[in-house]
């Protein structure tokens, strides 16, 4: 197994999953603070759905994935602020996207492989260009994701107190939810749409529950996120089962550890005098 150290498929594998895992780990402490996992699966769901039509015209499905996940992330952020209002919008706009997605599927007449890896991921199996293609998004959501940095926390914690303080709550849903959009049509090159949740959801919650400082916990966030995405990709190449298996599967136990830690660092975090270094809340 050592021989295949050499080859390009595993350099471009191991590239393509460090981008993801750092762009993952630092937009998913937004995710979690402000409740949309949900809205994370409903946009990759409808980046599949372009990924389908763009496979009907002839164009790359990558392109028609980022193109339909943005419009997706627009209209939600657009539809709906509060979570009630957010979830019954994105409920609307996937049904109408999945039910897109079949047409598109069955008036392909030729074997739809690349939508169908979009599903579970082929990290092992991604060109130079995917690589490139990767890093160019990256540093778009990375750049977009620093212009709006301090008042997107804001809004994210309290959005009515923010929006009392003339913050745009509504223009920096819909921006962040673009912002997600790229994450997700970069990330599901690694674990596909059904397990998108993986690098988008646990690396944060995780790093939430095992310390309140915000840049701690988006640090520990992104260490997470590269350990689980570089650490299934090199168990992948040691045992043939897939790399979207292990990535998953990590996630989720340091999710359940952090889960099992998190309550014992709490307790130690209270028995520290007020003022003591690493006091400071979650805000």
């Excluded at 609307?92 to 690349?114: D, K, Q, W």
């Amino acid at each position: 197994m050592t021989s295949l150290w050499h080859y390009a498929f595993v350099h471009n594998a191991l590239l393509a999953g460090a981008i993801v895992a750092v762009v993952a780990g630092l937009v998913g402490p937004f995710v979690v603070m402000r409740n949309m996992s949900f809205a994370v699966h409903g946009v990759a769901e409808v980046g599949f759905t372009g990924a389908a039509g763009a496979l009907l015209i002839g164009v790359a499905p990558t392109t028609g994935m980022l193109a339909f996940t943005v419009l997706a992330a627009v209209a939600i952020g657009l539809l709906g602020v509060r979570v009630r209002e957010r979830d019954v919008a994105i409920g609307a706009t996937l049904a109408f996207a999945l039910g897109l997605g079949v047409l598109f599927l069955s008036l392909y007449t030729r074997y739809a492989n690349e939508a169908f890896n979009l599903l579970f991921g082929t990290i092992l199996g991604i060109s130079r260009q995917n690589v490139e293609f990767s890093a160019v998004v990256g540093l778009v959501t990375l750049l977009a994701l620093a212009a709006v940095y301090r008042p997107l926390r804001f809004s994210s914690v309290d959005p009515d107190v923010a929006a009392a303080r003339g913050v745009p709550v509504r223009l920096l849903s819909a921006v962040f939810l673009v912002i997600l959009a790229f994450a997700v049509a970069e990330a599901v090159q690694v674990v596909g749409v059904l397990l998108l949740l993986t690098l988008l959801i646990s690396p944060a919650a995780a790093a939430e529950l095992i310390t309140p400082h915000p840049g701690r916990a988006t640090a520990l966030s992104v260490l997470i996120a590269l350990g689980c995405t570089l650490g299934g990709i090199v168990l992948a190449l040691y045992k043939p089962w897939p790399p979207s298996f292990f990535i998953s599967t990590l996630s989720f136990f340091v999710y359940l550890l952090a889960r099992l830690l998190g309550p014992r660092l709490g307790a130690r975090r209270r028995s520290v005098p007020d003022g003591a270094v690493g006091a400071r809340p979650f805000v």
